[in-house]
């Protein structure tokens, strides 16, 4: 599964590696286009002018995990698919570029600022064309509203997160309610991540309508497309143009969110059940996509990237760090990439760095600091007091036996299958849980029922504040986990985090920012393993959407229709 905000989503498990160069549809096997530095900064989407495109249509869109919650702000509402549902329907402030640049969105404000260094002031001038779906103008307050709830001081608002909320100190009307006077406490570099998405006044002024209020719909929305229902029996969600939008007018009448799982979503494209999927860096689905009449291979470096979660909470086995690190170094993921996606990438390249991926400019492996050495392993296993009795380690008549808990996609089963083998060489005992892909976080994950996991994170353009539930602990709090799943941190770590996120030059922040990922690979929390090959089957018909690389947040929904000319 994979997840995200301008915050990182998960995703289910898979794999990858980045590659780009468009294919035509049919023949030519199943491998795609390494990677070069022509391709970064760059994304795939069959790009056309308005007047190619026809007006109308429905555009029928495959994803993995029903909506659990339309407030991407609450707990449950993390993964991709609830992002690319909501970012139709609610405003973010600011969009991500393919070069992971970021610009202002100016279909809801005019201007946004420092107009303050120390302490910092962002001033936002709302565009006076916004408004809610509800007939309400966008305000103030909605800022005011948002911070309030998101900033972490009330425990009754269930938060997937509150960077950035937390450090401002007070959001305040300006000169009339279309300007937003928001003031932190010192500096925050990333600044422009928070209050994207923007939610109404309505959800945010209470922790029952911001938990639960929106599980069942988007109640209020402000984008080109609106909530046009849910059908329980089919399990789709359908998105239909708003016509009270006063941006650009979308060309699509329509788009349904179907749920589809991975391994049939090649057949569903072939069949017309879907109009588009992501190979997921899987060998068969881009055999099939290749084979598919009227279908393209599209291909992005993408910031979607595939990593080994480990439990270290309180309890756990891995809770010990010499275990947990012993671990880790019996993991080979030069062998795990090369299974999972080395038939679609051949040698692909692991991943060393927790916040930049491969084909960001900052991008810089660190991978040395925790090495695969299965003798180091065994070894540091001994010292922990884990000896060897028969195949399987134990300690104090207790077995050294862990529970990987697979999502049921094939790349995180055939994970757990090498995990399996490359563990029990060290003698450590691994139990494949394999639990509905529907289950996988809600049931498994956020609450910690596992010992090592398998999924993908779509990162962020913004590194810090768009990771940081990921990485830093809260030391007094053990019930607030946000999205660090496996409760692995330390002060250390919380304080260069803390440090980096205050910093306003960009060149300190991510040198900063490299120094806390050395410390994510010494605590080992986390395993990288490697970048999934950014490749999506779309039917020829579709202009302006396929494989978008880092520009994601928000997708450009208005932009995307069939061509008149197919």
Known sequence: MRYSRAVSVAVLALAAVTAVGACGSGGGGAQLNAPSQDSIGKNDINPHPASDIKDGGTLQWPIDTPMDNWNRLQVDGTPLDNQRMQGAVMPSLFTENPDASVTMNKDYLDSAEVTAGNPQVVEYKINPKARWSNGRSFSWEDFQSQWQAANGRNPDYQLSDSTGYENITKVE???????????????????????????????????????????AEPKITAGPFKFGGYDQTSKTVTLTRDPSWWGTKAHLDSIVFKLISRATQPDALASGAIDFADANGLVDAVSRFKSTPNVAVRQAVTPDTAHITTNGAAGRILADQKVRIAV?????????????????????????????????????????????????????LDEAGWKLN????????????????SSSTPAANDVGKLLQQQLGEVGVKLTINAVPTADFFKKYINVGDFDLTNFRWFASTFPLSGQKTIYKLNLNDPKDVQQNYGHVGNQEINDLYDKALAEPDEAKRVELTQQVDELLWKVGGELPLYQIPGATGVKTSVANWGAIGFAYNPIDYAKIGFLKTS
Do not use: C, M
């Not at 406490?185 to 922790?207: D, I, V």
């Not at 090495?371 to 540091?380: G, T």
């Open 390 to 405: 028969g195949q399987t380690r134990a300690k104090d008549g207790k077995e050294l036996a862990l529970s990987y808990v």
């Open 328 to 380: 880790l170094e019996a993991i080979d993921r030069k062998a795990i990439a090369n299974a999972i996606i080395g038939k679609v990438l051949p040698n692909p390249p692991t991943l060393g760095n927790h916040f930049f991926p491969q084909g960001s400019k900052n991008y810089k492996d660190h991978s040395d600091l925790l090495k695969f050495d299965k003798a180091k392993a065994a070894k540091d």
């Open 173 to 215: 009307r300006g000169s009339d309610d279309l300007d937003v006077k928001v003031t932190y406490a010192g500096t925050f570099g990333e600044w422009q991540n928070t209050f994207t998405p923007l939610y109404p006044k309505e959800l945010t002024s209470s922790p029952e309508e911001f938990n639960k209020g929106w599980v």
